[in-house]
C-alpha cells in the first residue's frame, strides 16, 4: 500500500510542471485568438457591406455571374474566405463544396475554442490539486514557506485556469453568432442565385 501512494506521488509530481507549462501555453494562445477575434470585430463593418451588396443585387434579380463580382471584392471575413476556395476549386462550378468546405472550416475554428473551454479549467483543477500534498506536507511539518508557495501556485492555477475557459467560452460564442449569421447569408444567395427573388 505504501509503494502505492510513493509511486502515485510521484507521479502526481512529475506532471506539475507540464501541466504549469500547458497553462501557460494556453494563456499566450488565448492572447493570439483574443487578437484574432478584435481584428475580426474590426472588419465585421466590410463582411456586413459586402453582404448587403450581395442581398441587393439579389433582390434585383442578379444572376451567379454577378454575385460572384459581387463576392470577388471581399477583403475579409467568410465571403473573403469563400472567394478563396472558388478560386482555388475553380469557380462557380464548384460553389456546393466550396461552401461545405467553409462551414468545415468554421466549425474546426469554433471546434478550438470548445477544446480550450473544457481543457483549459481541468488543468487549472490538476494545477490547484497536485500542490496541495506538498502544502500539507509542510504544513503537518511546520513548514510554513512550503505550505505558502505551494498554495500560491494551487490558487493561481485555479484562478488562470478559470479565466482562460471564460475567455474562450465568450469568443466561441461570438464567433459562432458570426459565423451561423454570415453562413446561412452565404448559402441562401447562391443557393438561390439564378432563382428570381421574391418581393
Known sequence: MKLLEQLLSIISEAVLLP????????VAWSAMLLGGLLREWLGRRTVSSTLTALRRAHVEGADAVKMLHILSTATTGLPARLNQLLSQWGGAADLTHCLVELEIETATTLSRLTWM????????????LIPLG????????????????????AFTAT??????GCTS?????????????????LEHLFTNANRPALP
Open 169 to 185: 467560452y465568450t469568443m466561441s460564442l461570438v464567433r459562432k453568432n458570426w459565423y451561423q449569421r454570415d453562413l446561412s447569408t
Open 159 to 164: 484562478v488562470v485556469g478559470v479565466l482562460l
Open 134 to 153: 506538498p502544502a500539507l506536507t509542510g504544513l503537518a511539518s511546520g513548514d510554513l514557506a512550503t505550505l505558502s508557495s505551494n498554495l500560491v501556485v
Open 117 to 128: 473551454t473544457r481543457i483549459a479549467p481541468m488543468l487549472g483543477l490538476m494545477g490547484t
Open 19 to 26: 501541466t504549469l507549462a500547458a497553462i501557460v501555453i494556453l
